[in-house]
């Protein structure tokens, strides 16, 4: 349990030293990895945020010619800007013929200061040099090449890389990882912007094999030929744009986006967030896969023509994927059923490797819509191919889950402004007649005042493998539910958000054996001066879940409520340093009675701008007995990676990232973090079970340009 009164003096402490500060704020509103912060304190989950990383860095190396009418749109796909900002944005142009500097882009109707800010370091006020051809004389003069190279590893020796002699690994083959520790990536990235980009990367995860395969005969025959030296994950993709009635061509890996979501959706989606107004999905159609992410992409290929008012997608995908298998041709070498497929992308033991590539994958769909200056309809559709029937148990929680080899989806989706309001939503049906839709409001009544309004409704029967709309639950089944959400700037310096949802589960879910609903609050309070910035924020949640000691067969369901209180400040003394304090007071209680948590902690960065160096620091205190308490917290890391650790058990957490750009042809991290705790001499379970209460990783990375 938290020592109350040392926890309450220190968190009346770090409030005291906060508060007190007097210093002149960053405008941190432009900087990339305050975008990127701002989004992972709200989705607070081990996302990957690798891709919105890229393309924030991409749109920084080729910013958006504000005056354009086409070229602003490119502003929404990252939440940067929405539909009514941009309408607004048109208006203020039309009337005004141009806009010609930053500060002049704050007197934009609902943009203000803050979004100033926020876009100054993706936009231009000049139009870019046409590049209409790609000629030998472009790709050479215009491309970019960038290649990456990262290297990390826990220090500590977990027990899945203990030595074991061949007797021993024979008799138990998984109970140690086939490879070493170290974990390593490698992506390299040619660009021509806005015409042609090229992407490769490989990644091999702590305890994948790498070029060692000393290993004995009879472990090898367990891995069913599958032991290969060299990465464990390949990817790679060509991506051509803007070549007349080609709006895209892309091969290899890729991802599609349509509508809201709701049939056809992979990769990066958002769901609720800090930001009470941003519950609209803005489809990219096709993109390639530049993330490490070994599992919802798709290997083929897709193109994007437009003509006038009219766009029309196509794309095609095959490729294998992993599957637990339960069904195994012994004849064909070929699966036959499986229960899941799997997720996780490690591939450390024979018994991952097992699963590895056992299911052919293969899907075909496509997109048309047409557009006008205030509507936009689109259809889309989806057939989707196992080559091994999935057949998950037949529990009853699972009785409305996919099975079978084949699914087809057929969705309709619409967007609408009419003035300051823009309405939006999606229909979709599955091949077996369920029904999922969603509908949604943005309104922006006064300058100062946003409302958001969304409403879904996912059937029990509704199935979609590659579904990603806005949701409470994991996929889009077996939900309803309807938001509200407003935010208002009071002043200059003070803002309002919040949110409510309320939502129900018509059947039984994972851990939760009857029907059952819940409710979710967000309030924040934001507070900006010309030297600090400081907020204070509050999360409700109340779920159901069986009760886990109860003794009859089915298990009663109770409800649990989890809530969540902080308060942050960042502010900087001078051009050199920068500082950041966050307290936070956590709870989670059950049938079993309340269990609470809190974390501290203090951030100080360290620049010298004209060297191109900086460091970052934390030191954190943290007391969540009760991983249910967890807390989760964004942390910087290496470009292109991302470090949302959950705080829970009782200790402290530290860590420390260098960054220096030698020359803009070269440039390195390294970055040091260590948890210690004080509650336990044992760290996690299984193989990942370390006999020590430190727990500490090292990552090292380097960036050639040229």
């Known amino acids: 349990m938290i020592k109350q009164h040392g926890t309450y003096v220190l968190l009346i ?42 393309k924030l860095q991409d749109l920084a190396g080729d910013p958006v010619n ?6 602003i749109e490119r ?14 944005l048109k208006a203020y142009i039309h009337r005004y013929d141009a806009i010609r500097s930053i500060y002049e882009l704050q007197y ?51 027990r899945g890389y203990a030595v074991l002699s061949d007797s021993a690994w024979i008799s138990k083959p998984n109970s140690r990882y086939l490879g070493n520790p170290e974990k390593i990536y490698l992506k390299y990235k040619y660009e021509l912007p806005r015409k042609l980009k090229l992407s490769f990367l490989a990644e091999k995860d702590a305890g994948e094999i790498f070029l060692n395969t000393d290993l004995p005969d009879s472990v090898k025959k367990l891995t069913v030929g599958k032991l290969k030296k060299g990465f464990d994950f390949y990817s790679g993709s060509l991506l051509l744009e803007n070549m007349g009635i080609v709006e895209k061509l892309v091969i290899g890996d890729f991802h599609p986006m349509f509508g809201q979501g709701l049939t056809c959706w992979s990769g990066f989606s958002m769901g609720m967030s800090s930001d009470p107004n941003s519950i609209k999905k803005y489809a990219r159609k096709l993109r390639p896969n530049t993330s490490a992410n070994e599992n919802g992409y798709l290997r ?10 009219m766009n029309l997608s196509m794309f095609y995908a095959k490729s294998k994927i992993d599957g637990n298998v339960t069904v195994w041709d012994t004849l064909h070498e070929n699966a036959l059923e499986v229960s899941s497929l799997q997720q996780t992308g ?154 409510a949802d309320l939502f129900r589960f018509p059947w039984l879910k994972f851990r939760v054996d009857a029907p059952s609903s819940g409710k979710a609050y967000f309030l924040q309070a934001s507070w900006e001066e010309e030297d600090y910035k400081m907020y204070i924020r509050y999360k409700y949640k109340k779920k159901a879940l069986n009760k886990s000691n109860a003794d009859s067969f089915i298990p009663p369901v109770s409800a649990y409520i989890r809530q969540n209180l902080r308060f942050h400040i960042a502010y900087q003394i001078s051009e050199r340093w920068h500082f950041a304090s966050r307290s936070v007071l956590s709870s989670y209680k059950d049938h079993e009675g309340i ?54 058990g009782k200790g402290s957490r530290i860590y420390a990232l260098l960054n220096y750009k030698i020359s803009y042809h070269f440039e390195f991290w390294l970055r040091y973090a260590i948890n210690i705790f004080t509650d336990r001499d044992v760290i996690s379970s299984g193989l990942n079970e370390i006999k020590r209460n430190k727990k500490s990783e090292v990552k090292f990375q380097v960036r050639l340009r040229f």
Do not use: W
């Open 13 to 54: 402490l770090f409030l005291l030293c906060a508060s007190s500060a007097t210093s002149q704020h960053a405008e941190s509103g432009g900087n990339i990895e305050s975008i990127i912060e701002s989004l992972a304190e709200t989705l607070e989950e081990d996302f990957d945020y690798s891709y919105l990383t890229e």
């Open 66 to 71: 504000i005056n354009d009418m086409k070229e």
């Open 75 to 88: 502003l929404t796909e990252l939440h940067l800007l929405d539909d009514i900002q941009i309408n607004d």
């Open 108 to 158: 934009v109707n609902g943009f203000g200061q803050e979004t100033a800010r926020r876009l100054s370091p993706f936009i231009t006020f000049e139009n870019q040099k046409e590049k209409q051809l790609i000629t030998p004389r472009k790709l050479f003069k215009y491309g970019r090449h960038d290649l990456l190279l990262r290297f990390s590893q826990i220090l500590e020796k977990a």
């Open 300 to 309: 083929g290929g897709g193109t994007v023509l437009s003509y006038k008012k």
């Open 346 to 499: 490690y591939h450390r033991t024979p018994n991952e490797l097992q699963d590895k590539n056992t299911v052919v994958q293969e899907l075909m769909g496509g997109n048309i819509s047409f557009h006008s200056y205030a509507f936009k309809i689109g259809l889309t559709g989806l057939k989707t191919s196992l080559s091994a029937a999935l057949k998950p148990d037949s529990t009853a929680e699972k009785r409305y889950a996919f099975r079978g080899d084949e699914n087809l989806n057929f969705g309709i989706d619409f967007d609408l402004m009419i003035g300051r309001l823009n309405f939006f939503g999606e229909m979709s049906r599955s091949k077996n007649g369920g029904i999922a839709g969603i509908v949604g409001l943005n309104a922006s009544i006064q300058s100062r005042f946003r409302l958001s309004v969304l409403y879904r409704n996912y059937g029990r029967k509704y199935q979609n493998l590659f579904s990603g709309a806005f949701a409470e639950g994991s996929g889009n089944q077996n939900e309803e539910g309807i938001y509200i959400g407003a935010s208002t700037k009071i002043n200059r310096k003070l803002s309002l958000s919040a949110y």
């Open 595 to 648: 269990h609470p948590g809190y974390l501290v902690y203090q951030d100080v960065a360290y620049f010298i701008p004209e060297k191109d160096f900086d460091i970052h620091l934390r030191y954190a205190l943290f007391d969540a007995a009760d991983y249910d308490a967890r807390i989760y917290a964004y942390e910087h890391d290496v470009l292109y990676a991302f470090s949302i650790p959950a705080y829970y």
